[in-house]
């Protein structure tokens, strides 16, 4: 078992993936049943990636990722599935930063194989991913400003979207 490298990022589309059972790749504070998830986000961003469970037993096994839905990542796929043997599983994920304030956040997931104790020679059980979200300052988010509040106090992009490049406040 093993855990997923640290990601850091730009705004925008953003691929890697958190790999279960039978992947080393190198992590932080890791035991056998658990990894840390280092991610970096923007404020007001949509980042994809992927959780993968690796089926390394001879028959196939459900898998299951609990919770299926955490306050910054959602799951775009089913979070109950079937692995067949010797193979793998890859479920989109989304962190989600939208409405949320720079800073740490942190969630734990877990991908659980619901039938693995029934094959005698299986080992995996479940992984839990300590997942580790800093929410870095981004653009801002008027997705709830409503056209009729142009010139109020709430948009101060648009307050200033009729004034003369020299009158506009230097950043």
Known sequence: MSAPSATRFPSGALFFAVLFFGISFAAAQQTANSSDWHVEVAANDLTRSTVTANNDCQRPHQFQIQPDHLPFLNLLG???????????????????????????????????????????????????????????????????????????????ALRWSNVSPDKKPKK
């Open 78 to 156: 089913e979070a109950s599935f079937q692995v067949p043997p010797r193979s793998q599983h890859i479920v989109p994920v989304e962190f989600d930063t939208h409405h949320m304030k720079p800073g740490s956040y942190e969630a734990k997931l877990t991908v659980r194989c619901m039938t693995c104790k029934t094959e005698p020679t299986c080992r995996q059980d479940y992984k839990d991913l300590h997942i580790f979200l800093t929410v870095r300052p981004g653009a801002p988010d008027w997705s709830g400003v409503h056209p009729e509040e142009k010139g109020s106090a709430k948009n101060p």
